[in-house]
Nanobody, 112 residues
Framework: QVQLVESGGGLVQAGGSLRLSCAAS????????MNWFRQPPGKQREWIAD???????SYADSVKGRFTISRDNAKKTGYLQMNNLKPEDSGVYYC??????WGRGTQVTVSS
């Protein structure tokens, strides 16, 4: 059974950086694309980035140039490096594996 656990969230000032991790258990973790979503307070969950098994990334326009998604298949871990954070980046960040498995999320709060 594959499970996902996010970590690395926290409180940061605008302009700061955070690095989120998504650790996957289970042997099937490396064969699926990995996605990151976020849910701002009072809003719907939105897709922000994904990465294929071969390491090709895609980004939502709102984070392009500031966020970098990566993965280490040997460690079964995905990462989201977030730079130049803005207050509107605040929310709960979720990783998703293959479109079907979700982690429980990690809170990111960016103060102005």
């Amino acid at each position: 059974q594959v499970q996902l656990v996010e970590s690395g969230g926290g409180l940061v000032q605008a302009g700061g950086s955070l690095r989120l991790s998504c650790a996957a258990s289970g042997t099937a973790a490396s064969i699926h694309p990995m996605n990151w979503f976020r849910q701002p307070p009072g809003k719907q969950r939105e897709w922000i980035a994904d990465i294929t098994t071969a390491g090709r990334p895609s980004y939502a326009d709102s984070v392009k140039g500031r966020f970098t998604i990566s993965r280490d298949n040997a460690k079964k871990t995905g990462y989201l490096q977030m730079n130049n954070l803005k207050p509107e980046d605040s929310g709960v960040y979720y990783c998703n594996l293959g479109g079907f498995l979700w982690g429980r999320g990690t809170q990111v709060t960016v103060s102005s």
